[in-house]
Every structure is written in C-alpha cells, then in structure tokens.
Antibody, heavy 125, light 111 residues
Framework: QVQLQESGPGLVKPSETLSLTCTVSGGSITSYYWSWIRQPPGKGLEWIGYIFYSGSTNYNPSLKSRVTISVDTSKNQFSLKLTSVTAADTAVYYC???????????????????WGRGTTVTVSS | QSALTQPASVSGSPGQSITISCTGTSSDVGAYNYVSWYQQHPGKAPKLMICDVSNRPSGVSNRFSGSKSGNTASLTISGLQAEDEADYYCSSYTSSSTLVVFGGGTKLTVL
C-alpha cells in the first residue's frame, strides 16, 4: 500500500527557510493531490496546502506569501518550502495524500487518507 | 482560533456511546457534505475515520459513525473501548480560499 515519509532538517534558524521532502512509496504520485499539514506542540492541525502531480497548487491564505509546494514525479516526491520562519512555525509537519469526492462537474479534494509519520521541525537560533 | 468548533474534551465508560460535535458555518459544514474525521493517538499521525460526512474507509470499525445537521457535524463512537482514547479532529471543505479547515480537536477519555 502507499506509504509516505517526510525528511528534512529538524532545526531551522529564525528568518531562514524550512525545506521538507515527502517520498511516496508503494504507488505512483500521479493522479492525486498531495498535502502538507502541520501541528504545533500541544495544538491542533493546520492545512498548509496541496499540489496536484501536474504542479497545480492551492495554499492556505494565512501562509500563502511564505509557502511553496513543488512536485518531482520522476522521484515520486513532493516538497515544502516555508520562508522567513519564526518560532511560531515550530511544529510537527505531516505530508499526506488527498482523497476526493466527485459531484458533477467538480472534484472536491479535502480529506487526507494516507499520512506520513510526521517530522518535528524546531525554529530556534 | 480554529475555523470549526469542537468541545475540548468528552468522556465515557467502556461500552457506552459518545458523540463529538463539530460546528461550522454555511460556508463549510453547512454548505457541503464534505466533512471528515480523524483519530490521533499521542505521538502518532492522524488516521482518517470518516469522510463525506458518514462514509467509513475500509478497515475502520463500524462502531464509528458520522452525521450532519445544518452547520453541525457529529462523530458517534458506540461500544467505547480503551483503544478509542485519543484526540479527534473534524475537517471540512470550505468555499473560502482556505479550501480545507480543521476543528480544534476533542480529547476523548475512556474512564
């Protein structure tokens, strides 16, 4: 079955760029949307954004100015970059596959049916 | 502050049933039948339990059920078991530019 694994630095300095990669195994990255979600310590989940295998993206407006999600279909990977980080960006970051519902003529990608284990990123000098 | 409102905590005894509410607006829960629920044990990734308001993915126990009335969705767990003790999050598609919103989470304690 499809499995996801996040990778990247666990410590990032304030004002620098957080970069994470999610590797998809057991299935192809094509034909799905792929999400990033984060969870600050002791808090709830926050959707960051998602990308279609073709490269089409949607971002949470609260993070849009700082976020870039990209995809590399040749490596079955997608990535997250978050610029100008502060302590408020300290969180567990999850990558996930997006499931969808279809109601003619639109597809609604909104739930996450396969999750990675998550990776902790701390922003500190 | 989360877009969807959930109670901070609920509790129940083994064998009992509990219901967790998730209140949104006419732009999200009230507008679409696109509500999902996730279970998260401490230190673990969330697990999808319900999608499309009431559909259970393969492998999810039929003790978990979902429903919706107006702007409020609900997750009901029947026959509570110790392993059900976890945090539960609701989520909805939204017509706002956010697209996906979560609730603040509910901690379920099995007494």
């Amino acid at each position: 079955q499809v499995q996801l694994q996040e990778s990247g630095p666990g410590l990032v300095k304030p004002s620098e760029t957080l970069s994470l990669t999610c590797t998809v195994s057991g299935g192809s990255i094509t034909s799905y949307y792929w999400s990033w979600i984060r969870q600050p310590p002791g808090k709830g989940l926050e959707w960051i954004g998602y990308i279609f295998y073709s490269g089409s993206t949607n971002y949470n407006p609260s993070l849009k100015s700082r976020v870039t999600i990209s995809v590399d279909t040749s490596k079955n990977q997608f990535s997250l970059k978050l610029t100008s980080v502060t302590a408020a960006d300290t969180a567990v970051y999850y990558c996930a596959r997006c499931g969808y519902s279809y109601n003619y003529p639109s597809y609604y990608y909104y739930y996450m049916d396969v999750w990675g284990r998550g990776t902790t990123v701390t922003v500190s000098s | 502050q989360s877009a969807l409102t959930q109670p901070a905590s609920v509790s129940g005894s083994p064998g009992q049933s509990i219901t967790i509410s998730c209140t949104g607006t006419s732009s999200d829960v009230g507008a679409y039948n696109y509500v999902s629920w996730y279970q998260q044990h401490p230190g673990k990734a969330p697990k999808l339990m319900i999608c499309d308001v009431s559909n259970r993915p393969s492998g999810v126990s039929n003790r978990f059920s979902g429903s919706k009335s107006g702007n409020t969705a609900s997750l009901t767990i029947s026959g509570l078991q110790a392993e059900d003790e976890a945090d539960y999050y609701c989520s909805s598609y939204t017509s706002s530019s956010t697209l996906v919103v979560f609730g603040g989470g509910t901690k379920l304690t099995v007494l």
